[in-house]
């Protein structure tokens, strides 16, 4: 090797190793250095306007402790809240509020993982934009945070220890999408809240949580949470709210319902398969839309105490597609009452007539009352169950 | 070939300043005189006092009147041979033959050769030169008075280890025997392989003074004649002292001497150099090293296991993506982790970085320096527990297992992830352990630039491995191929193992001459029905 | 961070020429040396924040501006 | 003397074709301006790009094994030919500049907010630099790794993000105005398809180069397939959202979550940023050093490397004041910017080639 190759080689050394050692280690950060998130809380103190934010954030060590003596599971439910921690901060604009936790944390807040954006509807009343902002800016803002609105301050909410889950926020989106898995009431993430937002006609909708309360096995009053209704925005500022039965009727009529039950007051059908389509019709300046649904399902709970025959069938059916109707239908009065546009007809109505919706647009707050809505549902029963005459006759 | 040795011999001398008169005298060659004494005392001087050096001198012939002497190493030759096929038929056998070969001492000689002598390889010389090399070489020399010839007698006999089973590339199935230590025994259990004409062995002599016996082993016909000449050209031009193994040629010859990666292949089966060299590759084998080298090499070959070949395709393949696998941890898992880990924490899944966290607690060390000192940590054990006599391996190993898998922990100084991380990239790096030191230079390298720069960094030097790779050549070979430069047949044997009867022609990168290496359409196919018997 | 600019400018000015010098390229070493020395003030001038002209947005004003986009 | 001693199969001139169209796409989706209507920018600007692709691998073919500085100045003479070549190498280095503006950018915002760009950039400028050395046969060969992996993923992402996908998204097609809508699919063409005409640095090195032509359009109608369907993919999954986004595509995988473990997994597509923006710079790179170094009859273009890499990384970081003006360039200036030198300085060599009948007959067959 020549002198000249020898040097090459430890330039090409230093070329590369003085570059990457004298960068340091400028967004290195190390894990007990951050304090992970798990949900943010958004309240409004409507005397002063000003922003507070709550942190729940993950507490490691106790992580740590709780799983090595995995024994003392029975604390849970009620029990202190060791695996989270709380803070607020305040501030006039979400970032304000962001800022000033470095007067009361340890550790760098980490966004990253944060699994739900709770509003208290309050704050949600007063409008998020800002706050939508801040999370779309931002690159630590992902697309599927779920997004949703406490009854009461979202610092209450995000403080409620959580059944099984050791971190509260997880636990809280499970719930969210459980109930969501289960028809009940919407899952909105981010990316579709925004989505909404955008559209300027249709309303962003998002589950509502409400506090509890629960006897313990101890005469204790335990709180619990659970998801009580869907808010209703009208851009970003909330107007109002579905309840359970709207709420499944929206899903219906939006083609969100994956499983679920329809319950009639003969028998309960679990939900096979469930279809739903939105189909606008423009005839002058008459709106028609008929939301056609196709949906499946099997027998579970029968009251009738009767053998299931054909016409018994037929009838359940029938029974079905009525109550479905009569849900979508509950949740079209309440949508044209609050006039908010949640189901997305003004958006059915852009995709089919894209040059009549030029001048539909500015004027959908007024048109949007008065559409005529029909709703076509097509049922079918597929199973009776593991039994096919009734056990006790009348 | 003799001419070339003897050349070899006086420029030794000749930079040889010790023996100044020696190499005066040895300028030319020097041929042997008719005076015994004189030839002896030639020998004696170069030679020197060297204990192992036997100089038998007797009388022979029928009235024993003639002096002679017999001339070897003790210990490089088979003594009964010597004693049994040379010293007996010259003392006393050639006593009893009353015929009047007498006086005449040329003749003498050749009927030495021709009709008293009971071993097989006899060759003459006039030369003193001759005569040295060879004897130190193991040939046993015969020099009698009033002749300027010496026979000299392959009777090469010493101690070597017996043929074992293969330490290093183990197969459930397939032939079990490695090389040893000896040329001779080598280049035997090729011939017994391939009994194929072409089959070749050149030898070489490389080595100043040790002088150590080189064969390159190739199939004319089959591999690129160019090949073998740029391997002889390289081989030649080592001048060294010694080759202690195959190793030593390995680092002279390699294209590439500063990459990580080498570009020469070894093996320790002759199966496995076998089914190189009927690919179109040269071996090379090395008097006194249980491996051959094979050349060229391509990256490939790391991964690809003698029995991939002899077990059934569909596992061999799985297999075979496993080694690809397991070779990746190896090297990148560490850093992988130390990136997520200290940059992009947001990558990994919610429940896991919870539960990595909270094993992260209390945790002083920062994860790149943690990564370090476990690689360290982990690489010393190894090579303690290579090292050691095998007596107090498991001292080693129970030291080991307490020190990293549970004090460390207990003690808060390494994360247990860290442990489970560090754990598997090990276990990984043993399943393609000709490739485990390359592994264990490019996880140290990748860590510290994960330590830095997290994955940019990472990827960085990927691709810079990645074009250094696409750079190297073995022997004009591309290293990559048959990746890149793309060959599609060649996949066949890359990314699957596919079954041997589709492998209908040698790898096209090497240019064999003879590309096709048998006849295609052999999916075995069973027999025409008959009715069964059953049936009908 | 000049110093370092420094350090670097060097190291790279080290990497070609002792072999252009020996091979005799002094064309080569002459553009070398050109192009390496454009660099090297520049980067001087970056690190100490002397702002250079933004080429992109010129040329992406004057065609905005001529095209009237 | 010859510069280039490599010569590439047509079928490693596809691959990095395809790698250099993928280049700083992979997140930056062509046609993003016309919103839900995307694709349809891209398949338009995918047609123009081969319209443009036939000019100039027509030229190519017809000087064979010349690059376009030895074209220019056999066909316009020593002098007006060099300040062509000059203008046309100062596109390939302006061009290689936004590449890695783009790719700074990404960075800076989306993973490393605190490093500085200049060492993310000195880095890869670094790692282009060494494979430019090494020669064209070798960066093809790392094109031949790297641009099957990139596909694999985005075919991967696109199929792991369906339960996500909404093809409603997609309608009303033609949502756009018309004129719009073709500006955008011009803005498609000009970035990334025509940016293929550095490859006239390329061309001549390759073994068949009478089937250069088909070689390129090959790759660029991979590279348009798979940008159609990306842009098909972001629409869907994200709405409207998807023209908000700087980096949709980004965005888009970072919605995948298949059973609660196959999810955040952007980091491929950073990491198919940096190898496919690897392969464009170096071969933009590589362009200009060649070109340089026949300009100015260099007996190598080994030693101007590093320092015309280093000017490369210094004017990516001067040359927009901030993301917004890169933006506006991105969707306006340039596609009318890059018009005389992927249409212009091409059309008008061939032109006059043609008329000036040459090359001369007998030199090509030599």
Known sequence: MTRGQRLKIYVIILLIIIPVFLSGCWDSIQLDKLSIVSGLGWDINLDTGDVTLTYQSIVPSQIKSTSSTSGSGEQKGGGALNTIQLDH?????????????????????????????????????????????????????????????????????????????????????????????????????????????????????APMIGIFLETGPDGKKIQKIRI???????GDSMIGQLNERESSGLLWAINKIKKGFVMIPEASLEIVRAKSKIVPELQDDKIEITIEIDEESNLIEYKGRKDLTADIVQELEKGQAKEIKSQVMAAVEKSFSLDADVFGFGDAVHRKYKNEWKNLKPMWDEVYPNIKVVVKVKTHLNEIGDVNKALMKK | MLDLLLKKLHFQK???????????????????????EENLKILREVLGQSSDVIIRDMKIGTNLNVAAAVIYIDGLVDRDLVNHHILQPLMSDLQLIKDNVGQNHSNLIDFIKSSVLTVGQIIGTEDIDGVIANVLTGHTAILVEGVNQALLIDAKGWETRSLEEAKNELAIRGPRISFNETLRTNTALLRRIIRDPGLTFESLQVGERSK????????????????????????????????????????????????????????????????????????????????????????????????????????????????????????????????????????????????????????????????????????????????????????????GALVIGQSAVAAGLVGAPMVVVLATTAIASFVAPSQADLGALLRIILVSVASFMGLFGIVIISLEILSHLASLRSLGVPYLSPLAPLNIRGLKDTLVRAPLWTMDSRPEPLDSPNTRRQSPDQMPQPPKTKPNKGES | MIALFMIGSAMLALWPIPGLVRKRWWKELICFAVLWSMGFIF???????????????????YITGMFGI | MLLEKGKISNFQLSVLIVGFVFGSSVIIPPGQGAGHDAWIACALGLMEGLLIVWIFTALAKQFKDKTIVEINSLVYGKILGKCISVLFIWYLFHLGALVLNNYARFFKLEIYPATPKAVGLLLVMLVCASTVGRGIEVLARCGLILAPLTLLVAVTDTLLVIPHIDLKNLLPILDVPIRKLLFVSHGTASFPFAETVAFLMVLAFVDKPEKG???????????????????????AVLGQMGTVYNYPTYIAVQV???????????????????????????????????????VFNLRSYRPIILPVGILMVILALTNVGN????????????????????????????????????????????
């Open chain 4, 213 to 235: 032509p088909s070689a390129v359009s090959r790759g660029l109608l991979i590279s348009g397939f798979i940008f159609i369907m990306v842009a098909v993919r972001n629409a």
């Open chain 1, 228 to 234: 009580t209704g869907t808010a209703v925005f009208k």
């Open chain 1, 89 to 205: 901060s305040t501030g006039s604009s979400p970032y304000d509020a962001l800022s000033r936790y470095t007067q009361h944390g340890s550790r760098i807040p980490y966004y990253r993982h944060t699994q739900v954006f709770i509003f208290g509807k309050d704050g949600a009343e007063q409008g998020i934009y800002p706050f939508i902002d801040t999370v779309a800016r931002n690159p630590a803002g992902r697309p599927n945070i779920l997004m949703a609105v406490s009854e009461k301050k979202a610092s209450d909410i995000l403080g409620v220890q959580n059944g099984m889950e050791s971190i509260q926020a997880i636990g809280m989106a499970e719930e969210i999408k459980l109930s969501a898995a289960f028809s009940k009431y919407p899952e909105v993430t981010f990316l579709e809240f925004a989505n909404r937002l955008m559209s300027k006609t249709t309303a962003p909708i």
């Open chain 2, 212 to 399: 150590t016996d080189i064969a390159i082993v190739y199939i004319k016909g089959i591999i690129e004649d160019s090949l073998v000449e740029e391997i002889k050209q390289r081989l030649k031009r080592i001048n060294t002292d010694v080759i202690l193994d195959i190793g030593y040629i390995e680092q002279y010859i390699e294209d590439n001497p500063l990459s990580l990666f080498s570009t020469i292949g070894n093996s320790e089966r002759p199966d496995v150099v076998a089914a190189r060299v009927l690919e179109g590759r040269a071996a090379i084998l090395v008097d006194g090293s249980p491996f051959a080298l094979t050349a060229p090499m391509i990256l490939i070959e790391g991964f690809q296991s003698v029995e991939d070949y002899y077990a059934r395709p569909y596992f061999a393949s799985f297999i075979r993506w496993i080694r690809f696998l397991a070779f990746v941890l190896s090297a990148f898992l560490p850093a992988i982790y130390v990136a997520l880990m200290s940059f992009h924490q947001e990558l990994l899944p919610t429940p896991l970085l919870i539960t990595v966290a909270a094993a992260k607690e209390g945790i002083p060390l920062p994860v790149g320096v943690e990564a370090i000192f476990m690689i360290i940590l982990f690489e010393i054990l190894r090579e303690a527990g290579l090292r050691m006599p095998r007596t107090l391996g498991q001292a080693v190993s129970i030291v």
């Open chain 4, 256 to 294: 995948i979550d298949i059973g609660d473990i196959f999810n955040r997994l952007e980091a491929l597509v950073a990491i198919n940023l940096i190898t496919m923006g690897f392969i464009k710079i170096s071969i933009l790179l590589y362009g200009t050093v060649l070109g340089l170094a026949q």
């Open chain 3, 43 to 61: 980067s001087v001038m970056l690190s100490m924040r002397i702002n250079l002209p933004p080429i992109t947005t010129i040329i992406n004003k």
């Open chain 4, 323 to 366: 993301t917004l003006e890169m933006l506006e360039f991105a969707s306006k200036g340039y596609s009318i910017y890059a018009v005389p030198f992927q249409i212009g300085i091409p059309l008008i060599t061939l032109v006059i080639a043609k008329l000036r009948k040459l090359p001369p007959k007998g030199e090509v067959n030599s």
């Open chain 2, 14 to 36: 000749m930079s040889n300043n010790n023996s100044k008169k020696a190499s005066e005298q040895h300028d030319s060659p020097v041929y042997l005189s008719k005076n015994l």
